[in-house]
């Protein structure tokens, strides 16, 4: 079992790497470009049950840092 | 008054640290490991600059679950002296101790230079050897210094006079083309509402020496000994 944290720049924040790749990408002439943001995922393999109140603590306190950053959480079978 | 320095995994600048306290009358220094669990005896904490855990994840967030900063945590709590540098500012942000967050560069430039700060309040705890409005001349070296609050978390920095140094030309000004690194409003030093937590993102440990360029940073270390 895996569980997947998705975590991106809150769009209130300046993310100048998206804003360069967005940029990057309109030079190869790549149509209806908006906003490009640019974050991480984290997989975590995991044995045993699955506790996802922790794993949400978890991205909250360690993975990201929800001042700047919002995240998501997938669990894959 | 007794100082300790501490150091995790990744700090570079717990010596320099340590070497400008050491040279302060009346100051000494120790540096104290991160998997120590008491302050005990200590009259001020340093978090200093460096890579603490290689910056993995972001920088400070893996720091801020050391053994010692549950110890750093209650001395702050108990209005203990606690100063954070550069890494250790995002340390303090990243545990809560100091609000707002540092993000990457708005250049996305590494960026290792002399700036000029203003110093914004001289009546506190960390500025009080310097004058409102006296620029002083301090190294920056970072990679992620942008200093991000929301709208509400900058209202009550600015109402509460938290806002201690802010990036400035020569002259004083406060202005976008002195901004190193995108920070909101020029921040590069803040502290907490109590008045007993301060980080900043320049170094005045490495401007306490004349070889090094500029002795502006003793300002600040003369401040937490008055």
Same mark, same amino acid.
Do not use: N
């Given at each position: 079992m895996k569980a997947l944290v998705t975590i991106l720049p809150k769009p209130s924040v300046l993310d100048p790497a998206g804003a360069a790749a967005a940029e990057a990408m309109k030079h190869l002439g790549v149509e209806g470009v908006g906003r490009v943001r640019i974050?991480?995922?984290i997989e975590i393999?995991?044995?045993?049950s699955v506790d996802e109140a922790?794993?949400?603590s978890v991205a909250t306190d360690l993975l990201s840092n929800p001042v700047v950053e919002d995240y998501t959480l997938h669990i894959q079978a | 008054m007794k100082f300790a320095v501490v150091r995790f995994p990744g700090s570079n600048c717990d010596q320099d640290c340590v070497l400008a306290i050491n040279s302060l009358p009346s100051a000494s220094a120790e540096i104290?490991?991160?998997?120590?669990?008491?302050l005990a005896g200590y009259d001020a904490v340093v978090l200093p600059g460096g890579f603490s855990y290689g910056d993995y994840l972001r920088c400070g967030a893996i720091a801020r679950f050391s053994p010692i900063m549950t110890a750093v945590k209650a001395f702050a709590a108990k209005g203990g002296t606690v100063v954070g540098i550069c890494n250790g500012f995002q340390i303090l942000c990243e545990s809560g101790l100091l609000p707002g967050a540092l993000i990457r560069n708005r250049g996305l430039h590494f960026i290792c230079r002399h *700036?000029?700060? =203003? *110093?914004?309040?001289w009546n506190s705890r960390f500025t009080s050897a310097a004058c409102t409005g006296q620029v002083l001349n301090l190294p920056i070296a970072h990679g992620e210094g942008c200093y991000y609050a929301d709208h509400a978390t900058l209202a009550n920095l600015r109402a509460n006079d938290q806002v201690l140094l802010r990036y400035c030309d020569t002259?004083? =000004?406060i202005q976008a083309d002195a901004n190193p690194n995108g920070s909101l409003e020029n921040i590069a030093g803040i502290r907490n509402e109590a008045g007993n937590v301060f980080g900043l993102m320049p170094h005045p440990e490495r401007a306490c020496d004349p070889l090094l360029g500029s002795t502006d940073g003793r300002a600040l270390f003369e401040s937490l000994l008055s």
């Open positions: 974050g991480k995922i393999e995991l044995s045993g922790r794993l949400h | 104290v490991w991160h998997k120590d669990e008491s *700036v000029g700060v =203003r *110093v914004e309040v002259q004083g =000004r």
